[in-house]
């Protein structure tokens, strides 16, 4: 699994787990963590599919 794909999931796992048990983040930081996790995933299988090659 490339790194890009593990900061990604901690990223997205992170903001939902922070959201709903810890302390609830402003909907436009969420928002924004989210999307960069999304991001960092699809680029992540970027790399790993080229590297494959």
Do not use: E
């Amino acid at each position: 699994m490339n790194i890009l794909i593990i900061i990604a999931l901690a990223l997205c796992g992170g903001t939902i787990a922070v959201d709903h048990l810890i302390h609830k983040l402003p909907h436009w930081l969420a928002v924004v963590l989210y999307t960069a996790g999304i991001i960092l995933f699809i680029a992540g299988m970027i790399v790993s599919r080229n590297a494959g090659n």
